[in-house]
């Protein structure tokens, strides 16, 4: 009879632990600012299995709970839904973590001069000799024009590569030249706004844009080296509050980064929502645009996961204005009768792209920088509405530097999403002063976000980190609130009357990200039914002073009602 017993009673407590695992049960208090229109706001939010059951009063939240429930109580602390991101590099970071950070150089403190950067690599390189080669990211200070020989005198044997912060440029030494025949042809080939040269028509080691960007892809991280990368970023982004990522230019910088998503999601460890834009080529021929569309088509549906989606095309418009490849309508102010770099040209090429992939519920995601850059993806938008009459494309221009004021109501007529960046807003210096040499007036009105709440626009906000070094919610909202930072004041204050409500910058990292990504119905509220993720701040973004919204502190991340950050 005993020896029946035993077996039978651990049977009974295999049963409870898996109905346990099946019922996990959770229940949070706090401060709820849910971000839905019906219950704006609560004191309990009850989950079941990783999904919100209830969401009210603490009282009727309790009723729910038995003995196994976990309960949190964060107090007068408020939890919001996990913040989306509506344009991030997790590849890049990925990257970046595993090279010399050079944002560090520039943000020390005091003036950085070009040198500085130099010794930065001089001490990684005799911290770690022998390495086959040297990267490092994050310059942005240019008190002079960077080349090969600056590089050489430190590093003449092997090659380096610098990126500039914003990813658009590279620094790099005569090696690295040799390795990638960047010479006076390689400059006829791509322009000498992208290899610059000397006098005689030398490159200088200075590269912006195509050259650069496909440089990046070839002295990649492996496979592995991504996977590490990508686990870090995640614990980035969760440690930011944030749940769900755009990976805006999938194929950017490694050519294994979707393996490297798939296999995380796969050994179950990927947990970081990812949406990926897949980058084509926006200059390949016209008999193979066709197959680059199917491909993406084909990746998308491949890549269709809970925690890894691919959800459509990325193309570039243009470069940057401090690289002089943003693409202007007049010209730069320093360079008369120069206009910037036209990477994608012709609007019936983009009419085409997105025609293809809103047909097959796809997006396309444009990096804009200048205001003809936007002109024209407005206008293929556009021609591709009339086409398709697809108006909820859910297509995107992110970063929208210097838009034409009669631009705006194309936005809203053609259901266009503007992924604009409030950390960029304020006016610092001497950056301000070194973008009014460039393009004069223009910088007065630089990076609209009102003008596009108020026709309506489903406003998204972006950090595009590791593009910028921050991706803090609390501070997003803000910047976006007053357009200046706390230590700058009102001399800080750039473009006042762009100022957005607390509310319209919560929306803009919540309920109109989700939009972006066709998950409105799960994500980017506190709701029943909906996704149980959360990002528990010691600050009221709604109602607390600014000064404290700007040091708030994440308390806590949720993803599908499990910690994954915080306590
Ligand atoms: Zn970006």
């Known amino acids: 009879m005993k020896r029946y017993f035993l077996p039978l009673l651990l049977g009974a407590a295999l049963l409870l632990a898996g109905c346990g695992e099946k019922h996990e049960t959770l229940l949070l208090l706090g401060n709820v600012i849910t971000m839905d229109e019906v219950t704006p706001a609560a004191e309990a939010v009850f989950v079941k299995d990783g999904i919100i059951e209830f969401v009210g009063t603490a009282d009727d939240a309790r009723k729910l709970c038995d003995g196994k429930t976990v309960v949190k109580d964060y107090g007068t602390a408020s939890i919001y839904p996990g913040f989306l991101e509506a344009h991030t590099h997790g590849v890049l970071a990925a990257d970046r973590f595993q090279q010399v950070d050079l944002t560090e150089v520039t943000y020390r403190e005091g003036v950085v001069v070009m040198d500085d950067y130099v010794q930065a690599m001089k001490q990684f390189m005799d911290e770690h000799p022998g390495m086959p080669m040297y990267k490092g990211a994050g310059w942005n200070v240019k008190e002079r024009e960077p080349n090969a020989a600056m590089l050489d005198a430190i590093c003449p044997d092997v090659p380096m590569f610098l990126n500039t912060e914003d990813g658009h440029s590279m620094w790099i030494n005569t090696a690295a030249m040799k390795m990638f025949g960047i010479d006076a042809e390689a400059a006829r080939k791509y322009g000498t706004d992208c290899v610059r040269v000397d006098a005689d028509g030398n490159p200088t080691g200075y590269l912006s844009e195509n050259p650069a960007i496909e440089i990046l892809g070839k002295i990649s991280m492996s496979k592995d080296e991504c996977k590490k990368g990508?686990?870090?970023?995640?614990?980035?982004?969760?440690?930011?509050?944030?749940?769900?990522?755009?990976?805006?230019?999938?194929?950017?910088?490694?050519?294994?980064?979707?393996?490297?998503?798939?296999?995380?999601?796969?050994?179950?460890?990927?947990?970081?929502?990812?949406?990926?834009?897949?980058?084509?080529?926006?200059?390949?021929?016209?008999?193979?645009?066709?197959?680059?569309?199917?491909?993406?088509?084909?990746?998308?549906?491949?890549?269709?996961?809970?925690?890894?989606?691919?959800?459509?095309?990325?193309?570039?418009?243009?470069?940057?204005?401090?690289?002089?490849?943003?693409?202007?309508?007049?010209?730069?102010?320093?360079?008369?009768?120069?206009?910037?770099?036209?990477?994608?040209?012709?609007?019936?090429?983009?009419?085409?792209?997105?025609?293809?992939?809103?047909?097959?519920?796809?997006?396309?995601?444009?990096?804009?920088?200048?205001?003809?850059?936007?002109?024209?993806?407005?206008?293929?938008?556009?021609?591709?509405?009339?086409q398709t009459g697809v108006k909820e494309g859910r297509n995107a221009l992110s970063h929208l530097q210097v838009v034409d004021s009669p631009d705006f109501q194309a936005f809203a007529d053609n259901g266009i999403i503007p992924v604009v960046a409030p950390l960029w807003t304020p006016r610092l210096f001497p950056e301000y002063g070194i973008t009014c040499s460039f393009i004069g007036r223009r910088a007065d009105t630089q990076y609209p976000v009102k003008s596009f709440s108020d026709l309506g626009c489903k406003v998204n906000f972006h950090s595009d980190y590791p593009i910028s070094s921050s991706m803090s919610a609390a501070r997003s909202v803000y910047t976006a609130v007053t357009r200046t930072l706390p230590y700058l004041g009102e001399e800080g204050v750039h473009n006042a009357s762009e100022c957005i409500t607390r509310e319209q910058a919560l929306q803009a990292m919540t309920t109109n990200v989700a939009y972006q990504w066709r998950e409105e119905d799960r994500q980017g509220s506190i709701a029943a039914g909906k996704l149980a993720n959360f990002a528990v701040f010691d600050a009221n973004f709604l109602k607390a002073d600014l000064d404290s919204i700007w040091d708030a502190e994440v308390k806590a991340t949720y993803v599908d009602g499990k910690l994954v950050y915080g306590k």
Request: charged share 20%; with cysteine.
């Open 230 to 386: 990508l686990l870090l970023w995640q614990e980035r982004a969760f440690s930011y509050g944030f749940t769900g990522v755009t990976e805006a230019g999938l194929g950017l910088a490694c050519p294994y980064a979707t393996e490297a998503y798939q296999e995380l999601c796969d050994e179950g460890v990927w947990k970081l929502r990812t949406y990926a834009n897949l980058v084509i080529d926006e200059n390949v021929p016209d008999s193979k645009l066709d197959s680059a569309l199917n491909n993406v088509l084909a990746m998308h549906k491949k890549h269709n996961g809970e925690y890894f989606r691919i959800i459509g095309t990325k193309m570039f418009m243009d470069g940057v204005i401090e690289a002089h490849t943003g693409w202007l309508e007049e010209a730069y102010t320093d360079q008369p009768g120069y206009y910037g770099l036209k990477r994608c040209p012709e609007s019936s090429r983009v009419a085409k792209v997105v025609a293809f992939n809103n047909l097959n519920g796809m997006n396309v995601h444009f990096h804009t920088i200048g205001d003809a850059a936007v002109h024209t993806a407005i206008e293929g938008i556009s021609q591709a509405v009339a």
